[in-house]
C-alpha cells in the first residue's frame, strides 16, 4: 500500500490488468453506442416535443379561428345531440360551451322547423354530402327568436368512430324581416291597387311591361297577357303615335307629365287620363278611365248652357221675330207682284218686283239661319274635338246672342287686333265668352245704357298667346267674393246655378289657357281669358268654287226625308242637274234597291219617325253595302246622344239644316271624284 492509502498494482499481476484490459475495450465500445443511442432519443424527443408544441399551437389557433369565427359552427351527432360548438355558437344559443354540449339541438328549433331540421341533418350524415342552405327559426330562453341559415358538412371523428354533422349557423334575421317587409309592402301595394280604379304600369328602359295591375274591366285583356310584352304592341292604336315621345320626354325631364285622350276601346269611346312618372329609366303609368267624369261635366255644361239660353230667350225671340216679319212681308210683296203680272196690269210706281221681294226674303231667311246656327252651336253638348279655332269667330257668336242682354244695360265698346289661332272646341270656347258676357249684362242695372260699359278687348300678350278681356262698369265682387267666383255653385244671384264660371275656367284650363279676374266692389270687374296659339300647321287648300254641274255629271239621287215640304223643294232644285228620286219612307228605300235600282248618292235625314238615318244605314250596309259610302245625312240639328255616337262612329258626310244649294254641290262633287263603292 502507498502512502496516499491507494493500492498499486504489483509486478506480479500483469495477467490481471492485461485482463483487465482486454475487458475495457467492448465496455466502452458498448457505452459509445449507449451514448449515441441516448443522443438518437433526445433528438427525436426533442422532435416530439417540438411536434406537440406546433401540434398544440396548431390547435390552439384552430380553436382561436373556430371560437372567433364570424359564423357559428355547430357539431351533431346522428341523434342530433351537440358535440361540439365554438363560441359564436353559444353567443347565438345565449349559453356557454361547456353548457350546451350534450344538449338537443333540436330544443332550440321552433316547432314548425324542426322536422325540416332533422330531416336535413339526417340526410346529411346519412348520404355523407354538404346540403344547401335551409332557413330555420330558433326560439332561445329569455330571448327574441331569430331566423338563421343553416349549411351542413359531414365529418368523420375517429375518438368516437362515427360520423357527425357540422352545421354552419347564420343569423339571417336582418335579412329575413327585410323580406318580410318587402312582402308586407308588396301585399299591401297590392290591396291599395286593388282599391283604386286606375291601371297601372311599369315599363322597363327597354319599353317592356315589368308590372301590371288592370282594374275590372279596364281593358280587354289579362294583366299576366300583357307581362313582358312591349308597350307598342298592347297600347290602343289612338295611343300609339304618343307613347315613344312621351316616354322619351319623362325620362329625359324626370318631371311627371299628364295627358288626356279619347280613344276606342272595347266598341266603345273612352275618356282616358295618363299620368307618366320617371324614376330613371323605368316609367310609371297611371291610366284612368274618366269618361263618367268627363260624360257628367257634359251634361253640367249643357245644363249651365240651356240655362244662359233660357235667360237669353227673350232677346233672341226678338232677334228672330224682325227678320221673320221681314221675310213674310217680303214674300207677301212678291205674291202681289207675281198676282199683278199675272192679271197683266201695270206694275205701280216704287213697287218691288217678284225678284226683287224674293231676293229681300232670302236676306231675311240667312239672318233667321245665321241666328239658329248661333244657337245650334252653343245648345249643343260639346263633343270635346278640338280643331283650329279662331277666338274672334266664337266671341262674335257670342256678343250676338248676348246683344238683347248688354244693349238696355250698357254701351258695348270693341277694341279688336288680330289674334293667333288656337286649339279648342268652338262650342266651347263660345261658351266661355258667352258666360263672361252674360255674367258682365247681370252685374249692370237695366236703364242706364248711358252710364255703364261693357268693353271687349282682343289682343296678343307677351307670350304670344290670344288675350280677350271684358271689362263691365257694374256692381264689381269684394274680396271674399272674388276668391270664391269660380268655386261651382257659389253664386251672388237670386237666380242660377253657380256654375258658369267655374265651367268656363275649367274649359279654358283644358286648352292650355287660363281665366283670371279682377273687381273692385262697386266699380266693375274685368276677366281676362289666356290662350296659347295653335302649333303651326299646313297652308289650307284653296276652296273649290262651286260650279254647276254639266249634263256628263248628272248623278241619279235618292232623297229620303219625312218632311213632304222639304223633299219637294230640294228635289226641285237637285232635278235642275240631276236625277232625283223622293221618297218619305226609308223602308221603301230599301225595297226599292232590293228590286236593283242604283244610285249615285243617297241624301238620307237623320231624325225619322219610322226608321232612322241610323236604322237605313245598318239595313244597307246588308242590302247593298257599296252604295254606303255614298250616303250623305241631313240633320236639323237636334239629335239624341245614341244619334250621335252613331254619326261619330261613320266616316260619311252630313250636312246641318238649312243649307245652299251650293253646299251640298260641294259634297256631291266629292262623292263623283271618289271610287266607285
Not at 322597363?204 to 307581362?227: F, I, Q, T, W, Y
Not at 244657337?375 to 263633343?383: C, D, I, K, N, W
Not at 244695360?409 to 263672361?436: D, H, T
Request: overall charge negative; some cysteine; proline content about 7%.
Amino acid at each position: 500500500m502507498s502512502a496516499s492509502g491507494v493500492p498499486k498494482p504489483t509486478e506480479a499481476s500483469p495477467p490481471e490488468q492485461g485482463g483487465s484490459a482486454g475487458g475495457d475495450l467492448p465496455a466502452e465500445a458498448l457505452l459509445q453506442q449507449l451514448q449515441l443511442h441516448q443522443t438518437e432519443l433526445e433528438a427525436q424527443n426533442r422532435q416530439l416535443r417540438e411536434a406537440q408544441a406546433s401540434l398544440e399551437l396548431s390547435r390552439a389557433r384552430y380553436v382561436a379561428l373556430y371560437d372567433c369565427a364570424p359564423v357559428a359552427y355547430v357539431g351533431l351527432d346522428a341523434f342530433g345531440v351537440i358535440r361540439e360548438i365554438n363560441l359564436p355558437g353559444a353567443v347565438l344559443l345565449g349559453a356557454e360551451p361547456t353548457a350546451l354540449v350534450g344538449l338537443p339541438f333540436a330544443g332550440f328549433v321552433s316547432r314548425p322547423h324542426v322536422a325540416l331540421f332533422r330531416s336535413h341533418m339526417r340526410e346529411c350524415i346519412k348520404r355523407g354530402v354538404a346540403l344547401g342552405p335551409i332557413e330555420l327559426t330558433l326560439s332561445r330562453p329569455g330571448q327574441e327568436a331569430i331566423v338563421v341559415q343553416v349549411q351542413s358538412v359531414p365529418y368523420d371523428d375517429p375518438s368516437r368512430g362515427e360520423r357527425l354533422c357540422r352545421m354552419a349557423v347564420s343569423d339571417v334575421t336582418p335579412l329575413a324581416r327585410a323580406r318580410e317587409n318587402e312582402a308586407q309592402s308588396l301585399r299591401q301595394y297590392k290591396a291599395l291597387l286593388s282599391g283604386i280604379p286606375d291601371a297601372v304600369v311599369r315599363i322597363s328602359p327597354e319599353d317592356r311591361l315589368l308590372d301590371v295591375h288592370l282594374p275590372p274591366c279596364a281593358l280587354p285583356l289579362k294583366a299576366e297577357d300583357l307581362l313582358g310584352r312591349q308597350v307598342e304592341d298592347v297600347v290602343p292604336r289612338a295611343l300609339a303615335a304618343d307613347v315613344a315621345p312621351l316616354l322619351a320626354q319623362v325620362r329625359q325631364s324626370q318631371a311627371p307629365v299628364q295627358l288626356e285622350r279619347r280613344v276606342a276601346l272595347g266598341g266603345r269611346v273612352r275618356w282616358l287620363e295618363l299620368r307618366l312618372v320617371a324614376s330613371g329609366a323605368e316609367v310609371t303609368v297611371l291610366c284612368r278611365d274618366v269618361s263618367e267624369l268627363r260624360e257628367a261635366q257634359a251634361r253640367l255644361n249643357h245644363a249651365e248652357r240651356l240655362a244662359t239660353l233660357g235667360t237669353l230667350s227673350a232677346g233672341l225671340a226678338h232677334e228672330v221675330n224682325n227678320p221673320l216679319a221681314f221675310v213674310l212681308l217680303s214674300v207677301e210683296l212678291a205674291e202681289r207682284a207675281l198676282a199683278a203680272s199675272s192679271a197683266g196690269a201695270p206694275p205701280k210706281p216704287g213697287a218691288l218686283s217678284a225678284a226683287e221681294a224674293l231676293a229681300d226674303a232670302r236676306t231675311g231667311a240667312e239672318r233667321i239661319q245665321r241666328i239658329v246656327e248661333h244657337l245650334h252651336a252653343f245648345a249643343r253638348p260639346g263633343e270635346g274635338e278640338r280643331t283650329r279655332v279662331n277666338p274672334r269667330v266664337a266671341l262674335d257668336r257670342a256678343v250676338k246672342l248676348a246683344q238683347h242682354q248688354l244693349e238696355h244695360r250698357a254701351r258695348l265698346v270693341r277694341s279688336y287686333v288680330k289674334l293667333p289661332e288656337v286649339l279648342a272646341n268652338e262650342a266651347q270656347l263660345g261658351q266661355v265668352f258667352l258666360n263672361l258676357l252674360v255674367n258682365a249684362a247681370q252685374a249692370l242695372d237695366e236703364g242706364a245704357a248711358d252710364r255703364n260699359e261693357v268693353r271687349i278687348t282682343t289682343r296678343v300678350d307677351p307670350e304670344g298667346r290670344a288675350l280677350i278681356e271684358i271689362a263691365d262698369t257694374g256692381r264689381g265682387m269684394s274680396p271674399e267674393e272674388l276668391t270664391r267666383a269660380f268655386d261651382p255653385f257659389f253664386t251672388t244671384k237670386a237666380a242660377g246655378l253657380g256654375l258658369g264660371l267655374a265651367l268656363a275656367q275649367s274649359a279654358v284650363r283644358a286648352v292650355g289657357g287660363e281665366l283670371t279676374a279682377e273687381s273692385i266692389a262697386g266699380r266693375g270687374s274685368t276677366f281676362r281669358v289666356r290662350l296659347p296659339p295653335a302649333p303651326p300647321d299646313v297652308e289650307p287648300e284653296a276652296p273649290h268654287r262651286p260650279r254647276r254641274a254639266s249634263s256628263a255629271e248628272r248623278l241619279r239621287i235618292l232623297v229620303v226625308d219625312d218632311d213632304a215640304n222639304f223633299g219637294r223643294s230640294l228635289g226641285i232644285m237637285l232635278g235642275f242637274d240631276h236625277e232625283v228620286l223622293l221618297l218619305q219612307h226609308a223602308r221603301l228605300a230599301l225595297e226599292q234597291i232590293r228590286e236593283g235600282l242604283t244610285f249615285d248618292a243617297v241624301l238620307c235625314d237623320v231624325m225619322m219617325p219610322e226608321m232612322t238615318g241610323e236604322d237605313f244605314f245598318e239595313e244597307l250596309e246588308r242590302v247593298a253595302p257599296e252604295l254606303c259610302a255614298r250616303v250623305i245625312f241631313m240633320t236639323g240639328g237636334a239629335f239624341t246622344p245614341a244619334m250621335r255616337a252613331f254619326l261619330e262612329r261613320v266616316p260619311n258626310p252630313r250636312i246641318t239644316k238649312p243649307f245652299r244649294s251650293t253646299e251640298l254641290e260641294e259634297l256631291l262633287r266629292a262623292l263623283r271624284r271618289a271610287p266607285p263603292g
